[in-house]
């Protein structure tokens, strides 16, 4: 049973550009979130996507937007990158978005901004 | 709006001991989720153990547990017979009950080193 994986694992952009991670949810969950976990920080909620509409969202500009396609899988798109953009990028998945239910994490993708 | 505190940014206990870490949230709410992940060097988070404020009963999932004070509103978790594999950044984290608040709300973390 494949957990949730995502691509890339790491990346290098400059400032100004674009980024698009991408997310495949584990097996079965229809509901993928997207966080945010800065050096020596905790992960932080940017949004979450049920039903290929974003549902929820953290407290991130209009830079960060998403996308959840007919397969759950999800996409994160970062425009017009900074420095502090910098970052481990962790997608998670459930089933369903009842609060009891079990978030399983990927490995995140690194992303580096120069 | 609901905050996590981790007063301790390293840990450190020999390889069999036990060991406790700390949590602290703040919340209005009645009934929520509480739970603890491990974040290894591979950097997946891994669900260790989770409460629900409802249940009384503390969580024990084999050598680690929970000593859940909800007047306190104090989460710590405890590992005993620490192993090797043990050593990884400890996150606390916090959710709301019902479907519109899906996201975990985590503290910075604790990272736990385990001495052979």
Known sequence: ?114 | AQTVTQSQPEMSVQEAETVTLSCTYDTSESDYYLFWYKQPPSRQMILVIRQEAYKQQNATENRFSVNFQKAAKSFSLKISDSQLGDAAMYFCAYRSPGGSQGNLIFGKGTKLSVKP
């Open chain 1, 1 to 114: 049973d494949a957990g949730v994986t995502q691509s890339p694992t790491h990346l290098i952009k400059t400032r100004g550009q674009q980024v698009t991670l991408r997310c495949s949810p584990k097996s079965g969950h229809d509901t993928v979130s997207w966080y945010q976990q800065a050096l020596g920080q905790g992960p932080q909620f940017i949004f979450q996507y049920y039903e290929e509409e974003e549902r929820q969202r953290g407290n991130f500009p209009d830079r960060f937007s998403g996308h959840q396609f007919p397969n759950y899988s999800s996409e994160l798109n970062v425009n017009a990158l900074l420095l502090g953009d910098s970052a481990l990028y962790l997608c998670a998945s459930s089933l369903g978005r009842n609060s009891g239910n079990t978030i399983y994490f990927g490995e995140g993708s690194w992303l580096t901004v120069v």
